[in-house]
């Protein structure tokens, strides 16, 4: 097992260069990048100045203010093109005055030793901004994924025991109806009847805590805490437990028709045994393999929407800001560590494979 975990670590580096490098080419050479963005808002800032000046009547006027600073004459060339030296200083600013290739061995030597540079448009070192997001996408994602894994694992073994009976199709009903329901609706939904819509006023509709969280004691901090993302995290769990349940449910019931299980209920062991000593083992392989990118997807992308509609200042949040107006520290940043998370948390799923069923040699696989 330890040399297989071995390769697997040394695998990360070959596996995050070619990420990152597929990345950095397609978005560094896809037009509307941040140089461009920049010029076209100089541009119609420019041209709505000149207007602005030009339609005051007065020749003199429009003179003197041209001639009132040379920065700004720079500026109002916008109609017929930025001035060139500034379109050197922009470029200088951005880093795009060094070939394409200069640029990308310098951000593999800076990545290495997470040196992620300073964000274009915010004005702060890129790991200064990720550690000022991490807690609210934590806060969703490690109690979303812990309550989703907790109410779904319980639920999908129930439903296999009773499958076809009432309780298996009320279930699988309510289910269904959620699955089909985005959780950006559920969230309005919630709003609406629970945090001061056109129902009850009982939960907060914005932030981790309050603002006069400095004064509270620590009991009454986590009771903040937790009264702020009741709302956030019953979203996320009611629009994303309906895949684990039913995986869980099928994968029990694939367990249960097998040979063996007939073999050890006949040589007299209870059914409670039978299901959790040798049922839950086999069953549960397919639903560990799956945590990775479930994981993933919840801690990160999946609470985007949430963030918004709760004003939750995440992850999500900035890395969507960040594409948006190409920011590329940002950018390539969250890339960086998200596909490292991911792999780090692919090892740490075999690693569950092993203890969930000790007879999974990783050593023998060929």
């Known amino acids: 097992m330890n040399t297989y975990l071995l390769k697997r670590f040394f695998l990360i580096i070959p596996t995050l260069l070619g990420i990152i490098t597929i990345n950095f080419f397609v978005i560094q050479t896809s037009p509307g990048g941040p140089v461009e963005q920049l010029i076209a808002t100089l541009e119609g800032e420019a041209d709505g100045n000149l207007e602005r000046i030009t339609g005051s009547g007065s020749d003199d006027f429009l003179s003197s203010e041209v001639n009132e600073d040379s920065e700004t004459q720079k500026i109002y060339k916008g109609a017929q093109g930025l001035d060139e030296e500034l379109l050197e200083e922009i470029n200088k600013l951005y880093g795009f005055d060094k070939p394409i290739e200069e640029r990308f061995f310098k951000m593999l030597k800076d990545y290495l030793l997470f040196d992620f540079g300073n964000s274009f448009f915010r004005d702060a070192p890129v790991v200064d901004l990720i550690l000022e997001k991490l807690p609210v996408s934590i806060s969703l994602g490690l109690w979303s994924t812990l309550i989703m894994y907790l109410v779904s694992i319980p639920l999908g073994i129930k ?151 709760f004003s939750l200042d995440g992850l999500g949040l900035l890395g969507f800001e960040a594409t948006l107006n190409r920011d590329y520290p940002v950018m390539f940043a969250t890339l960086y560590i998200f596909t490292l998370i991911g792999l780090i948390t692919s090892i740490i799923s075999d690693i569950t494979y092993m203890i969930v069923d000790p007879r999974i040699n990783f050593e023998t696989q060929k």
Do not use: C
Not at 284 to 304: H, K, R
């Open 159 to 309: 439903k296999a025991i009773n499958h076809g009976t009432k309780f298996d199709v009320y279930t699988s009903t309510i289910i269904i109806v959620t699955n089909a329901i985005p959780v950006f609706l559920f969230a309005i939904i919630l709003i609406i009847f629970f945090a001061g819509g056109q129902y009850l006023d009982l939960f907060p509709l914005r932030g981790l805590f309050s603002d006069n969280i400095n004064q509270m004691s620590t009991i009454e901090a986590i009771k903040d805490y937790f009264w702020h993302l009741a709302l956030p995290i019953t979203a996320m769990v009611i629009g994303s437990f309906a895949g684990l349940t039913m995986l869980t449910k099928n994968s029990f019931l694939d367990e249960i028709k097998k040979q063996y299980v007939l073999t050890a209920k006949a040589k007299g062991l209870s059914e409670t045994k039978v299901l959790y000593k040798h049922v839950f083992r086999n069953a549960m392989l397919l639903i560990i393999s799956g945590f990775p990118a479930a994981f993933i997807g919840i801690f990160f992308t999946g609470s985007l929407l949430i963030e918004i509609i």
